[in-house]
């Protein structure tokens, strides 16, 4: 993996936008940033997708482990939710099967950091943007990126389950627009794949208390509805209990919960220990934790935390006197905290440490997008296309 | 792993971009044309419904930012202030519509309550560049 800059293109605003980035500038710095690129060999980015379908199949065993092992109070998650999860899960109702990995990579070890199973985002500049990128500016070099195509595929692989003439596609209203973009880009698709969509914002989402159905703006009931939008935040809002009454499917489903959430790293780790591709995790209260904290550097994690909120970085930690390497705020933190064994991600420039994102579609690896930012990866981290030379 | 990744239809994209501030719910019910009816709607930038009497002004020929929709045979007529899916900017020639004013729908009852979902974000949000996606 090598950095190498490079120079912009000159209208790049001007064509990202009318790909659809618009969010390609965040408090007047670049998002996107087509200065820089990343250059992979094809046996890196073989063994990264290797690395990512393994990792896959760990967490099919490890979504079946907290069913049969009951552990979703570890998890943060309500009582009245673990019957829909496991009947979900064991109808395997219909699903893109998607989501990203963050990984580190030093040169040499692959590092699970995190899986976003439920709502992953950055999929436009992964999946379009830089393949745009690519093909304009270095033609004759490949990528790890077939994420458009697998998309595409996969909406027609379960259009015939929708159970329902249109398929909602709801978002919040979100005025940066990445939210908005990225859920209509994803309409393009299934529109392509022969799906009829409605778009909705959250908000719009109507009860009705009769016929116990969820409806949309011109009251007719959402039978099939794709959200970007967590499911620890539905199924703690007004509405949230109303999912157990009601016969909508959901994309993706609501077991996607017992993956999209940190806990599910120290169960990992109790079903693999020592598994090469796993940092060593722990929730914080288990003696296991405090004895990790003695020997090494951790990072201690909000279970539902996101983008990076309420993240801390210790130093080794011998006699209870703690070095904070660096944290950041947030709101996150009543659900309970994991400690996950810190992982150098190499600093390829300064402050700049690249996480690689590794796309999942249909439980496939199927791409990949980076994003560099400070040694706690958060919302002001730039996305960087990347290609496969050599 | 050289794949043809196809440019993909740009057009949803360009008008979601224009329609970032998609707002609430619209104001009566959606109708559906028999087989043998067509129907022209007028409609904004959006796709949003609106009434006919903004298409009607410039001698019938919308502009100003409202255009007709014109809507076959079974297809679905929103009500006003919904989104129209599926119809035309043009009419097919020898084809006859029927003004949308006879599909004004019966107005949007409260059947369902709303508000329900979205708080969340509302609580955790702010910033430029908030979202709901991980």
């Known amino acids: 993996m090598q950095r190498v800059t490079t120079q912009p293109r000159q209208d790049w605003i001007k064509i990202v936008e009318k790909q659809g980035l618009i969010w390609h500038t965040t408090n007047d710095k670049p998002y996107w940033n087509e200065s820089v690129y990343y250059s992979f060999t094809g046996e890196e980015s073989a063994r990264l997708e290797s ?107 379960i259009a015939p389950y929708m159970n329902a003439e249109f398929v909602h596609f709801a978002h919040i209203a979100d005025w940066a627009g990445e939210d908005t973009l990225t859920v209509t880009y994803l309409r393009n698709i299934a529109e392509e794949a022969g799906i009829q969509t409605i778009p909705i914002l959250m908000d719009d989402i109507g009860w009705n208390p009769i016929l116990n159905r969820f409806t949309d703006c011109d009251e007719t009931e959402i039978k099939t509805i794709y959200k970007l939008y967590p499911w620890e935040w539905i199924v703690n809002e007004e509405f949230g209990q109303n999912v157990a009454k009601s016969d909508t499917k959901w994309i993706e489903p609501i077991w996607k919960m017992m993956w999209s959430n940190k806990a599910i790293l120290p169960v990992l780790w109790e079903m693999y220990p020592n598994h090469p591709l796993l940092l060593e995790s722990y929730f914080s209260d288990e003696h296991e934790a405090g004895e990790l904290q003695r020997f090494f550097p951790t990072v201690i994690k909000p279970i539902l935390s996101r983008e990076g909120a309420n993240i801390t970085i210790i130093d080794v930690n011998p006699f209870d006197d703690s070095d904070v390497l660096a944290a950041t705020g947030g709101n996150y933190g009543e659900e309970g905290h ?17 996480v690689l994102g590794t796309w999942i579609v249909d439980g496939v690896c199927v791409g990949m997008g980076i994003r560099e930012g400070g040694i706690i990866t958060n919302n002001t981290a730039q996305f960087v296309p990347h290609v496969i030379e050599g | 792993m050289k794949k043809n990744t196809p440019l993909f239809n740009l057009g949803l994209l360009t008008t979601a971009a224009a329609a970032l501030a998609l707002s609430g719910c619209g104001q009566s019910q959606p ?12 409609t904004d930038n959006n796709g949003k419904r609106v009434k006919e009497n903004k298409c009607e002004r410039r001698g019938g020929h919308g502009g100003g930012g409202f255009f007709w929709m014109f809507m076959s045979g079974g297809s679905r007529v929103p009500g006003y202030g919904g989104r129209a899916y599926g119809g035309s900017r043009y009419a097919t020639p020898g084809r006859s519509y029927t003004s949308g004013r006879s599909f004004s729908g019966r107005p949007v009852t409260s059947a369902s309550s709303r508000g329900g979902f979205g708080s969340s974000a509302r609580g955790y949000g702010g910033g430029s560049s908030f979202s709901s996606g991980s």
């Open chain 1, 51 to 157: 690395a990512s379908n393994t990792l896959y199949s760990m967490f099919e065993e490890a979504g079946q482990y907290i069913i049969d092992n009951n552990l979703f109070h570890k998890l943060g998650i309500p009582e009245w939710v673990v019957p829909l999860i496991v009947e979900a899960w064991d109808m395997e109702v219909p699903s893109l099967n998607y989501g990203r990995f963050d990984l580190g990579y030093d040169g040499k070890d692959i590092k699970l950091l995190e899986f976003n199973a439920d709502t992953p985002t950055s999929l436009l500049e992964a999946a379009v943007i830089q393949w745009q990128w690519k093909e304009e500016v270095k033609p004759s070099a490949d990528q790890f990126n077939n994420i458009h195509n697998a998309f595409v595929d996969k909406f027609t692989d």
């Open chain 1, 338 to 354: 994991v400690v996950q064994k810190y992982f150098p991600i190499r600093e390829t420039a300064k402050d700049r440490y690249p």
């Open chain 2, 31 to 42: 109708q559906y044309l028999a087989q043998n009816q067509n129907a022209k709607i007028c």
